[in-house]
């Protein structure tokens, strides 16, 4: 099926926090407007050529590609899930403006309307056809036309909104109901010589204490960066991210995404891809005959995403095989050409001692029926409590420990 369009049960643009109103209000005041035009797509395939001229000449993070979603589609998506592409046109010309790849699935007996993204896009952003800029007047009209054709739902929760996608102001993030979440992402620009690079972009406080890392890694048999550049080096150093990754998480007590084998699959088949699309790209660091560490990559246009690291700690007493491996890559991405170094969502300390960027991430999170605000309000308190708990060290700490015990005790022996 190309494409559908279905009135939605309720509109929020412009009102209170949880506060829904008849499609005949907000609904009717975009489209009257006159500037915009939406269309909803039920199949990736229909929207294929414009997602592809998008994410070539327009604006998106590397989590947008479409051959990223489309292997979210084939393996991740849940079985009562619909997909609803929206595609939004400029109503006085015809031509698209925007394309937000959303889902619809069931969840705890009612319907919820999010990302198309089931635990492996970091960012929310929709693909934007050019670098105009958009105001909250603008936004809010394009979400109304959005809003009047998706299939009836009962809340709306989308995450990862980041506040700008290449330097334009991201649509979502300046919508009436979206807020700052707990959540918040890292990056670091690059510019200038590759040799210099690291010296001049990152922390002397780290820049030292990598140098350090470097030649003890060196003096354990050699030191090597290994780009997985064919199917065999694929399976290999892929393999032994796996390893490591669930290792270590298993040792912390942590949960990791990469513990299901479907999610195992995609990451699998995205590398595998990368050797022909370049989308993707993995790395292992070799000290001597270890492989101390391992990082997958998104790539997209000037931007190295960082999206899922692996260190064996063990290998070289006294060494951080992962900050090792993202110096030896910005090193690398900058003689390739990356003005950008993506290293993702998390409030992991190492970000900061690099010398990284932080921005807060957006989130839409509100109730259209008396159902979904129920269940909005208590991911908010929930939220609110991760907060709380999150900036109070001695409280973080004991939650902490509570988990991984229990983790522990779950896992399988």
């Known amino acids: 099926m190309a494409s559908q369009a279905m009135p939605m049960a309720a509109v929020t643009t412009g009102l ?11 609904g009717a005041a975009g489209a009257a407007s ?17 997602w592809l001229r998008l994410e070539t000449t327009g604006v998106c993070t590397g989590h947008q590609h479409f051959a990223w979603a489309e292997g979210i589609v084939e393996r991740l998506v ?52 050019d670098t105009t800029s958009w ?21 709306i929760h989308i995450v990862g909104i ?42 002397p406080s780290f820049v030292k204490a990598l140098n350090k890392d470097l030649r003890r890694l060196d003096r354990n048999g050699g030191l090597a960066l ?18 490591m990754r669930l290792s270590r998480f298993r040792e912390l007590g ?4 990469l513990a299901q084998p479907r999610v195992v699959d995609f990451y699998r088949d995205a590398a595998h891809r990368g050797l022909t699309d370049g989308s993707v790209r993995i790395f292992g660091l070799r000290a001597g005959d270890a492989m101390v560490a391992v990082q997958y990559l998104a790539v997209h246009l000037g931007t ?32 390739q050409g990356f003005d950008y170094f993506d290293l993702s969502v998390g409030n992991q300390s190492y970000k900061e001692h690099m010398g990284a960027v932080k921005s807060v991430l957006s989130e839409l999170c509100y109730g259209i029926t008396l159902k979904g605000v129920a269940a909005s309000g208590a991911i908010k308190y929930r939220g609110k409590g991760v907060a709380f708990v999150r900036d109070n060290p001695r409280l973080f700490k004991v939650a902490q420990e509570v988990m991984q015990r229990w983790r522990r005790l779950r896992a399988p022996r």
């Open 162 to 203: 980041p506040k700008e996608v290449g330097g334009v102001a991201n649509p979502l993030a300046l919508l009436s109901p979206a807020r700052d979440s707990i959540h918040s992402h890292y990056g670091i620009a690059m510019d200038g010589d590759a040799e210099t690079v690291v010296k001049r972009i990152c922390r």
């Open 304 to 335: 190295l995403h960082a999206l899922l690291v692996a260190i064996d700690q063990g290998a070289v007493p006294n060494v951080s095989p992962g900050l090792c491996i993202m110096g030896e890559l910005i090193r690398w991405g900058r003689g």
């Open 34 to 50: 006159g500037a915009y035009e939406a269309r909803l797509h039920t199949s990736l395939e229909a929207v294929k050529p414009l």
């Open 254 to 257: 942590r949960f990791d995404l």
């Open 16 to 26: 209170a926090e949880d506060e829904a109103a008849p499609p005949s209000a907000a």
């Open 78 to 129: 849940p079985p009562r899930a619909e997909l609803a592409i929206v595609e939004v046109r400029d109503a006085a010309t015809g031509e698209p403006v925007m394309l937000l790849p959303l889902m619809r699935r069931r969840a705890f007996q009612h319907w919820v309307i999010e990302w198309l993204s089931c635990g492996v896009c970091d960012y929310s952003a929709p693909l934007l056809a």
């Open 135 to 155: 105001t909250r007047q603008s936004a809010e009209a394009a979400w109304a036309a959005v809003l009047c054709v998706l299939p009836p739902a009962d809340r």
């Open 226 to 243: 290994v780009e997985a550049d064919t199917p065999a080096l694929v399976d290999s150093i892929f393999g032994r991210l796996i390893e």
